[in-house]
């Protein structure tokens, strides 16, 4: 089975709100996460990244926070805009690992 | 440009025939990759290459192949043992292993 999942299929919310989207990885030897967002039709694009000797990453309206005690990574959009609305997927990578794996996805869709 | 150039973007082929997606990129980037998306789903790898003439088996090689004769170049070929093969095929590359990814566009591949 997959390595990596994520706890919500959807995810909806108003514009304005925050938004916060979970994911869990099985793999203690991943050390490397990533996630990404991907609109219709697209290839996904890179959001943001944390490696495991990291707790918490921020970007611009994104952090990402990694609990490695119970195997949890989020996501957390502030001030939710509509052009948020898209899936979001996480993955994970180990050091000696191939590639990245990634989980099912979260489909956000931001309200007006 | 700089980037991961896929074609076609849409891609018919009939049963029983050989299929080959383009995968380019200009990146300078040793790691590329070949996923696969079916709808509501995660994505799945299928090939990657870490160096130039060599690669390695993903999660559902089966029916597909793969070569990396150049650095920019990794196309993927859907053969016709490919039993399922109408899905998105979405190619990426990276600078090595446990980095960030970028990907392409995207092809979407239906059998007629």
């Known amino acids: 089975g997959e390595s990596v999942g994520l706890h919500l299929p959807t995810l909806s919310v108003q514009e304005g709100d925050n938004s916060i989207i979970n994911c869990a990885y099985s793999?203690?030897?991943?050390?490397?996460f990533i996630w990404y967002k991907q609109e219709s039709g697209k290839g996904p694009q890179f959001i943001i990244d944390?490696?495991?000797?990291?707790d918490k990453r921020q970007g611009q309206r994104v952090t990402v926070l990694l609990n490695k005690t119970v195997k949890h990574l989020s996501l957390q959009i502030a001030a939710t805009q509509p052009g948020d609305s898209a899936v979001y997927f996480c993955?994970?990578?180990?050091?000696?690992?191939?590639?990245?794996?990634f989980g099912k996805g979260t489909t956000l869709s931001v309200s007006s | 440009d700089g980037g991961i150039t896929q074609s076609p973007k849409y891609l018919f082929r009939k049963e029983g025939q050989n299929v080959t997606l383009s995968c380019e990129q200009n990146?300078?980037?040793?790691?590329m990759y070949w996923y696969r998306q079916d709808p509501g789903q995660g994505l799945r790898l299928i090939y990657y290459?870490?160096?130039?003439?060599?690669?390695q088996k993903g999660d559902i090689a089966e029916g597909y192949s793969v070569s990396r004769e150049k650095k920019e170049s990794f196309p993927l070929t859907v053969t016709s043992a490919q039993k399922n093969p109408t899905a998105f095929y979405l190619c990426?590359?990276?600078?090595?292993?446990?980095?960030?990814?970028?990907f392409g566009q995207g092809t979407r591949l239906t059998v007629v």
């Open positions: 990426a590359s990276s600078i090595g292993q446990n980095t960030e990814a970028g």
């Open positions: 793999n203690s030897a991943s050390d490397y």
């Open positions: 944390i490696r495991s000797n990291m």
């Open positions: 993955a994970e990578s180990i050091q000696a690992g191939t590639a990245l794996i």
């Open positions: 990146l300078n980037h040793d790691a």
């Open positions: 290459s870490q160096i130039v003439n060599d690669f």
